[in-house]
């Protein structure tokens, strides 16, 4: 028997992505943070049931929570439980990247928002990312960015 391989670079670990994030803020620094979810949640999620597009990240009470994102219910699911679909999530985080991340929303004016949702060793996991608001000529020098890398390609790949 041989050495399992690893899973780099590889998505088939991802559960959901916000790609409005990358268009809407500059991403600095990113936490690996874990999620507490209930028992009919991770099978929904299972089943590809999660949503964080329009998620966002709050602080209440020093502590980091995932407010909107969507995780539907599967039909299966228990009828002695109440299903709540969007309501908020606790983020797991050491006590220095919370201070870390309260520090930079209050004295530097960033914001949090979550990237990406995946599993990790059985484990669900959300990548939040400290970031600043872009303003429109950002966007729009961005997306002249993406569109010169795309025809810098095409022309490669044909010459």
Same mark, same amino acid.
């Not at 484990?123 to 303003?135: D, F, I, T």
């Given at each position: 028997?041989? &050495?399992?391989?690893?899973?780099? #670079?590889?998505?088939? +670990?991802?559960?959901?992505? +916000?790609?409005?994030?990358?268009?809407? =803020?500059?991403? %600095?620094?990113?936490?690996?943070?874990?999620?507490?979810?209930? #028992?009919?949640? !991770?099978?929904?999620? *299972?089943?590809?049931?999660?949503?964080?597009? %329009?998620?966002?990240?709050? !602080?209440?009470?020093?502590?980091?929570?995932?407010? +909107?994102?969507?995780?539907?219910?599967?039909?299966?699911?228990?009828?002695?439980? @109440?299903?709540?679909?969007?309501?908020? *999530?606790?983020?797991?985080?050491?006590?220095?990247?919370?201070?870390?991340?309260?520090?930079?929303? %209050?004295?530097?004016? =960033?914001?949090?928002?979550?990237?990406?949702? =995946?599993?990790?060793? +059985?484990?669900?996991? !959300? %990548?939040?990312?400290?970031?600043?608001?872009?303003?429109? =000529? /950002? &966007?729009?020098?961005?997306?002249? /960015?993406?569109?010169? @890398? $795309? /025809?810098?390609? $095409?022309?490669?790949?044909?010459?």
């Amino acid at each position: 028997m041989g &050495k399992a391989k690893k899973n780099n #670079g590889n998505t088939d +670990n991802t559960i959901a992505l +916000n790609r409005k994030a990358k268009h809407n =803020y500059h991403l %600095e620094n990113r936490f690996e943070a874990g999620l507490v979810l209930q #028992g009919w949640e !991770v099978k929904s999620i *299972r089943a590809g049931k999660g949503q964080i597009s %329009e998620a966002h990240v709050i !602080v209440r009470r020093g502590e980091i929570w995932l407010v +909107n994102s969507i995780i539907s219910p599967l039909i299966s699911t228990s009828t002695h439980i @109440k299903a709540d679909d969007s309501r908020s *999530r606790k983020l797991l985080l050491h006590k220095k990247e919370i201070s870390q991340l309260v520090g930079a929303i %209050e004295r530097k004016g =960033y914001t949090i928002v979550p990237t990406i949702m =995946y599993w990790k060793n +059985n484990r669900v996991k !959300v %990548e939040v990312a400290l970031a600043k608001g872009k303003k429109d =000529y /950002d &966007k729009r020098a961005s997306q002249k /960015d993406q569109d010169w @890398k $795309r /025809d810098k390609a $095409r022309l490669f790949k044909r010459g």
